[in-house]
């Protein structure tokens, strides 16, 4: 049996991971670790083992709701789930994913969305991404109180524009632009800073160049942290899973033919057995019997 790590910081009184801490662990040199996670369970998982950031990711439109993107993703979708991960996950900080259209429209639309999700769904902190408009965005939410996590490099609500879920910042120029993006997050105030799909060495050259942390998916291991999406990672998705996953179980597999051995056994009569039942008194059962013949 793997023993449960015990958690490395302090902690304030609700045994959450305190915000602040993320930033000490790259002055220190700790990676962080951070993973998606959709519902109470996986939240209380990800807790147990030790996960430092729990993203409620607009991911779930395609691992979950079996989109083909993550565009049609709704503020209440991301609301519910928030509210569920946020029950299971106590020390991570849980940081919810503000879906596309729920930020871009003007500072009051991404202030009063943003709020809605730490009010209502329990969130610690939200994510926005790309650079450009986005930066007023973040830097307006920050100022309203609640923290903000950038995202740039390969941003799947405007994979349109980007060509499709291609890797980013590949020639000069789109590196420099990233780096401009990373920084420009960074002074809006962002406390983090999502890197994906970009070469290894341009997320160095970013996670050396800003003071808050870099969290990388495809980006190499020079950032300050990792993320991956829960269902990626654990093979319980039938896509096709970018190269940059790594698979740590095969969670589908196991899935799959747990439901056949069940199925296997209702169909022979092997299932229910007796200790799945409920029995009777006997003078109760009698008194039915009885009863019936009348
Ligand atoms: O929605 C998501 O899961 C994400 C991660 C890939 C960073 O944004």
Redesign the pocket.
């Known amino acids: 049996m793997t023993e449960t790590p015990k958690p490395r910081y302090a902690s304030w009184t609700t045994g959450k991971l305190p915000l602040p801490e993320l930033r000490e662990m790259k002055r220190r040199g700790e990676k962080i670790v951070?993973v998606?996670a959709y519902d109470a369970p996986s939240g209380r998982l990800a807790d147990a083992a030790g996960i430092d950031v729990v993203?409620v990711?607009?991911?779930?439109g395609m691992v979950v709701h079996g989109r083909e993107s993550?565009v049609a993703v709704t503020l209440d979708e991301i609301l519910f789930m928030t509210q569920w991960v946020s029950r299971g996950a106590k020390r991570p900080l849980v940081v919810a994913?503000m879906p596309f259209g729920s930020y871009e429209v003007s500072d009051e639309q991404a202030v009063a969305n943003a709020m809605r999700l730490v009010k209502e769904g329990g969130a610690d902190a939200v994510?926005l991404?790309r650079g450009g408009t986005t930066v007023a965005r973040a830097g307006a939410i920050v100022a309203a109180g609640v923290p903000v996590m950038g995202?740039v490099g390969l941003t799947?609500q405007t994979a349109t524009v980007l060509g499709g879920f291609k890797a980013q910042g590949r020639t000069a120029e789109r590196a420099r632009l990233l780096l401009e993006e990373a920084s420009a997050l960074e002074s809006a105030g962002c406390f983090a800073v999502?890197l994906?799909a970009v070469p290894a060495t341009v997320a160095r050259t970013i996670t050396q160049a800003l003071g808050v942390p870099t969290?990388g998916?495809g980006a190499g291991g020079d950032c300050d942290g990792q993320?991956?999406?829960w269902h990626d990672m654990l093979g319980y998705y039938e896509g096709h899973a970018p190269r940059f996953v790594k698979r740590y179980a095969d969670l589908g597999e196991a899935i799959t033919e747990a439901l056949g051995r069940y199925a296997e056994d209702v169909r022979s009569g092997a299932f229910p057995e007796e200790q799945h039942t409920y029995a009777m008194p006997p003078e109760e059962l009698a008194a039915f019997e009885a009863a019936k013949k009348d």
Do not use: A, F
């Open positions: 951070m998606t993203l990711g607009d991911s779930s993550t994913d994510k991404e995202h799947p999502v994906e969290i998916i993320v991956l999406v």
